[in-house]
């Protein structure tokens, strides 16, 4: 059973194609990421799913309910934390519960019965009376969570939930989204351009750049399927043309490039590749400043399958 499926989402703004065909699906109970840098088309997919934006063709559905043809019952099925928050600051977190509560028709005992349970649920309870505005950045961020799970959803939208955080609440909000995903039996679609986010948090995940999906799987799936470990040489000096003939000749190497005095390839074995490819450098009058190898991360497989780094690209989408 699927709990979210896009299939095949255009959205154009003016010029931009901001969703360029996104189809994807999430399954229930899973903690699903769409990984992309700034501009790739995450918010736009997110509010095409909370039914904010109308997509100009495809199809989606929230919870079995199409986002176009049943947008209310997509709605009460579905909660939305936006990448701005929408937080009265100047109110209690108790005050900005209770409102929204209400906004969802929620009354009396059983409204403030939620409110007590999500302020236990994202650890605000001893600051519930207190105005938000005196709030650390990660308590803000968790009663805007809090804020979309009042009408108790089965599938939670979050966009960017950790952007602007210290990397110590990073963590924290890490934890808090798995402990929720268990204890409130949540389908969770993330947004996020941590690659390390989507890393330790999704089960699965998909990379989103220019308005499409361009892979998805588990990440592991993702870094195995590159098949081998990056090996990095440093050059004392500018030959990067020389060794990259070296490298390229060696045995089992792949995707060998150079970039300025640095050389790359992926080899299936680093640790039993790098003696011989010394040698081999060395034989050829190539002096090599020092050498190391990585397993594949998310940026590799990013870099892979679009050709660009995923940092050149993020710093391109906020411009
Ligand atoms: N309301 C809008 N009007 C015009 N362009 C928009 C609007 N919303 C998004 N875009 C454009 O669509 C593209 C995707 O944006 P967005 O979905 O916000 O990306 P992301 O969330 O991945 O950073 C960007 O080029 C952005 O500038
Ligand atoms: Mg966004």
Do not use: C
Not at 268 to 274: D, L
């Amino acid at each position: 059973m699927d709990a979210i499926v896009a299939d095949d989402v255009h959205k154009r703004y003016g010029e931009i194609e901001a969703l360029d065909g996104v189809s994807f699906a999430v399954r229930g109970g899973e903690v699903f990421a769409l990984l992309g840098p700034n501009g790739a088309g995450k918010s736009t997919t997110v509010r095409v799913l909370t039914t904010l934006t109308k997509p100009d063709s495809g199809s989606a559905t929230v919870a079995g309910h199409d986002v176009v043809r049943h947008p209310n019952r997509a709605r009460s099925a579905l909660g939305y934390v936006p990448q701005d928050s929408g937080i009265d600051r100047e109110a209690t977190g108790r005050e900005n519960l209770m409102l929204q509560g209400r906004i969802y028709g929620m009354r009396g005992s059983e409204l403030k019965r939620r409110v007590d349970e999500l302020l236990e649920l994202v650890g605000l309870a001893d600051a519930a009376d207190r105005i938000v505005r005196g709030y650390s950045g990660g308590m803000k961020r968790r009663l805007d969570i809090a804020l979309g799970l009042v009408h108790r959803p089965s599938v939670l939208f979050l966009d960017e939930p950790t952007t602007g955080l210290d990397p110590e609440a990073r963590v924290a909000m890490w934890e808090e989204v798995q402990r929720l995903a268990a204890q409130e039996s949540l389908t969770i679609l993330l947004t996020t351009h941590y690659l390390e986010e989507a890393d330790q948090l999704a089960d699965r995940l998909a990379i989103v750049s220019r308005g499409r999906i361009i892979v998805e799987g588990t990440p592991e799936e993702l870094k195995r399927g590159l098949q081998g470990e990056l090996v990095t040489v440093d050059l004392q000096n500018g030959q990067a043309g020389d060794a990259v003939a070296v490298v390229e000749r060696f045995e089992g190497a792949r995707e060998t490039a150079a970039d300025g005095q640095q050389v790359r390839t992926r080899v299936p074995n680093g640790a039993q590749a790098i003696p011989a490819l010394l040698s081999a450098l060395e034989g050829a009058g190539i002096a090599v400043a020092s050498v190391a190898t990585s397993r594949p991360s998310l940026d590799d497989v990013y870099l892979h399958y679009t050709g660009r780094e995923f940092s050149a690209d993020d710093a391109e989408g906020q411009a």
